[in-house]
T-cell receptor
Framework: AQKITQTQPGMFVQEKEAVTLDCTYD???????LFWYKQPSSGEMIFLIY??????QNATEGRYSLNFQKARKSANLVISASQLGDSAMYFC???????????FGAGTRLAVHP | GAGVSQTPSNKVTEKGKYVELRCDPISGHTALYWYRQSLGQGPEFLIYFQGTGAADDSGLPNDRFFAVRPEGSVSTLKIQRTERGDSAVYLC?????????????FGSGTRLTVV
């Protein structure tokens, strides 16, 4: 079965510091993709970063990077230089080759303090 | 349009009533997905359309839920005999291709409240 686990219901970080949001996954598909989305209080799901299972390099997008450890089945999101606007819910999600849909974790609420 | 549009943004209905939720995907996106997000949880998959046909409806919770996409663009999620447990945010997403390699764009959702 495919499953995403986010073990941190809430995280706090000081502005300008880095923070890591944890994500572990389980899948039997040899090929899969991992996504991170941000959901502010307004409700829209904003795509942040994508990592393919066969990608050799860890994905990076501006202040976001994905620490992909395939053997450990983890895909942690690292946000560098946190900003107040980063306060939101963050969801890790997975898509496998055998299924055309995203499986989401329960999310982590990040609060950035000034 | 520029993004995925969902209407209405909010819907309050009485228990037992019928509701329709609409999703207008990005023009040219052949794949369309419906998700349900209950309070404090991640989105849960409901149904996936590739073109006009439902390619995967394994997430629909029961036969009160039904969705259509007759012309391969706009989709309507229909809920019959609504129950209080149906209260949630219903999210729609679209993708250029059905394999998800092009990424998914989400709408802002419809918040359904059943009283």
């Amino acid at each position: 079965a495919q499953k995403i686990t986010q073990t941190q219901p809430g995280m706090f970080v000081q502005e300008k510091e880095a923070v890591t949001l944890d994500c572990t996954y389980d899948t039997s598909d040899p090929s899969y993709g991992l996504f991170w989305y941000k959901q502010p209080s307004s409700g829209e799901m904003i795509f942040l970063i994508y990592q393919g299972s066969y990608d050799q390099q860890n994905a990076t997008e501006g202040r976001y990077s994905l620490n992909f450890q395939k053997a450990r089945k983890s895909a942690n999101l690292v946000i560098s230089a946190s900003q107040l606007g980063d306060s939101a819910m963050y969801f890790c999600a997975m898509r496998g080759r055998s299924y055309n849909k995203l499986i989401f974790g329960a999310g982590t609420r990040l609060a950035v303090h000034p | 349009g520029a993004g995925v549009s969902q209407t209405p943004s909010n819907k309050v209905t009485e228990k037992g009533k019928y509701v329709e939720l609409r999703c207008d995907p990005i023009s040219g996106h052949t794949a369309l997905y419906w998700y349900r997000q209950s309070l404090g949880q991640g989105p849960e998959f409901l149904i996936y359309f590739q073109g006009t046909g439902a390619a995967d409806d394994s997430g629909l919770p029961n036969d009160r839920f039904f969705a259509v996409r007759p012309e391969g663009s706009v989709s309507t999620l229909k809920i019959q005999r609504t129950e209080r447990g149906d209260s949630a945010v219903y999210l729609c997403a679209s993708s250029l291709g059905g394999d998800g390699n092009y990424g998914y764009t989400f709408g802002s959702g419809t918040r359904l409240t059943v009283v």
